[in-house]
């Protein structure tokens, strides 16, 4: 009599582990869940558009990749407001960087906006990011904005993040969070800048709070440094020392570098500064925490003055780290 065939035992397989899909809607993205206190009481439900309206949620994410030819954007969503065009190529000196335009649809900063920026720049590529123009923040009776912006630096990139400044309208209240997790190798340049108001206009000092942290890891989550910007006219005086003073204008300049010494960057940085110190314009160097390059911060009585200050350090910072000057077609 013939043995039926054994059916064959059919094992489980193993499914691919696939992460799940980032909601880049989804408020949790694009909120900062701790608030300074200071910030954080200023919230309502605005009576115009609330919060996560069309519109008031501003999303983007940039991938960059370097070719045998140069520098391309292999990776790229944005939701408007936020936007760019598409990346340019001028610079005949340095024809392998990528210099993007980031650009708002919505003109500035308003009452229960939520922005986030997400930048990554792989191994080896070039990349300049700027604004269109200085971000304006209007004024707000109701609730406050936020921005976020995530930086990644690969091993051996060169990153330029340099906004045009932030102008805080009466009345305002903003909060942002930069976040930049850079290689050991690569070279990253972050310049921040503020005015204190609507100069021409009468307004000092008169919004509600401006605040701002940054923070610089290695791509293991080791703290490098932290800077805080912490501006609140009706909590602390703004202009005494150690503050704003009598200025009007507050910029700083990050290099961050592994391609020379940090007191070497320093001195670069301050022979750069020293021949435009003025009574109108006053400016500090110093390096930068585990030897990781060197810092400025500078405030002047005009923005001119304060613009021409921060593009001559950026000038000498790129000379001597990739030997190239200030492209003459950027804006400072």
Partial sequence: MRKPTPKPVRRPTREPVH???????APEHYTIADIPQVVFRY??????????SP?????????FARTDRRTEL???????????????????????????????????????????????CGAGTEVNLTTQAATKIYKMEHDYATQIVNITAGPDSHVEYL?????P???????????????????????????????ARGERNDYDVFYSDMEVCRPDGELVFADTVRLAPSEDGVTGPAVLGDFGVMASLFVMTGKAPASVVADTLHEALAPLISPGLRAGV?????????????????SPEVEAALRGAWEAARLLLIGVPVPTRRRP
């Fill in 19 to 25: 992460e799940a899909p980032v909601n880049r809607l």
């Fill in 163 to 167: 906004p045009h400044a932030s102008i």
């Fill in 169 to 199: 309208f009466a009345r305002s209240r903003f909060y942002q969070r930069l976040r930049l997790v850079a290689d050991p190798s690569a070279t990253v340049v972050l310049g921040e800048s503020m005015l204190v108001g609507r100069l």
């Fill in 74 to 120: 292999t990776g790229h969503y944005q939701k408007t407001p936020l936007q760019i065009m598409r990346p340019l190529y001028f610079d005949e000196r340095r024809p392998e960087m990528a210099y993007v335009m980031l650009m708002s649809a919505g003109g500035g900063i308003l009452q229960g906006d939520r922005y986030r920026m997400d930048f990554t």
């Fill in 55 to 63: 519109g008031k949620v501003g999303v983007m994410e940039l991938e």
């Fill in 286 to 302: 110093s390096v930068l925490p585990r030897d990781c390059g060197a810092w400025v911060r500078v405030l002047g009585e005009e």
């Fill in 43 to 52: 919230a309502g439900v605005p009576d115009t558009l609330p919060v996560g």
